[in-house]
């Protein structure tokens, strides 16, 4: 689904093309309740597409991180003390045992024992799905911001024209 955009033409009049339905809506012609209706809702989806794209850059680290991580598994650390988590607040002591397979968690608490090189490729893909998901997320949140201002602008203009027609 495509974003909302706003168009300004020519003779000024502000319009709101929603492009899921290819429908145009002037938001010129908008009573001030419709409007302030519009905004609330696009501030809303804002919100919303702004919490998601952290959610989706904090995810992002944690790949990259663990991408990290398995560059530090050499033979050479074998019998290394580490800390195993149990849960995500929980570690025990350990001990590395071996360094050329790992556990992948691939989500929903399933597992699945790869080779490091394997599991390097798969941390790399999610890193570049994250990302591509991340770039169209911040497109849509730059529109949204673009559609808020527009009505934002609109809404001002028409409670302004209220108080001098009053």
């Known amino acids: 689904t495509k974003p909302f955009v706003f168009l300004l033409h020519s003779v000024c009049a502000f319009c709101l093309v929603g492009t899921m339905a290819g429908e145009t809506l002037n938001i010129g012609a908008m009573p001030v309740e419709q409007l302030n209706a519009l905004r ?49 607040s929980l570690y025990v002591k350990g001990t590395l045992a071996e360094t050329d397979r790992v556990l992948v968690d691939v989500g929903t608490g399933y597992f699945v024992e790869k080779a490091v090189p394997d599991a390097d490729d798969y941390l790399k893909r999610k890193v570049g799905y994250l990302t591509d998901n991340l770039e169209r997320l911040e497109a849509n949140i730059v529109e949204k911001r673009k559609n808020l201002e527009a009505v934002t602008m609109v809404l001002q203009a028409k409670v302004m024209e209220q108080r001098a027609a009053a």
């Open 40 to 88: 609330e809702s696009i501030q809303d989806e804002n919100r919303f597409l702004t919490a998601s794209f952290s959610q989706l850059r904090m995810a992002r680290s944690k790949f990259m991180e663990s991408r990290d991580c398995l560059k530090t598994l050499t033979p050479e650390n074998v019998g290394t003390p580490v800390m195993v988590p149990i849960t995500a």
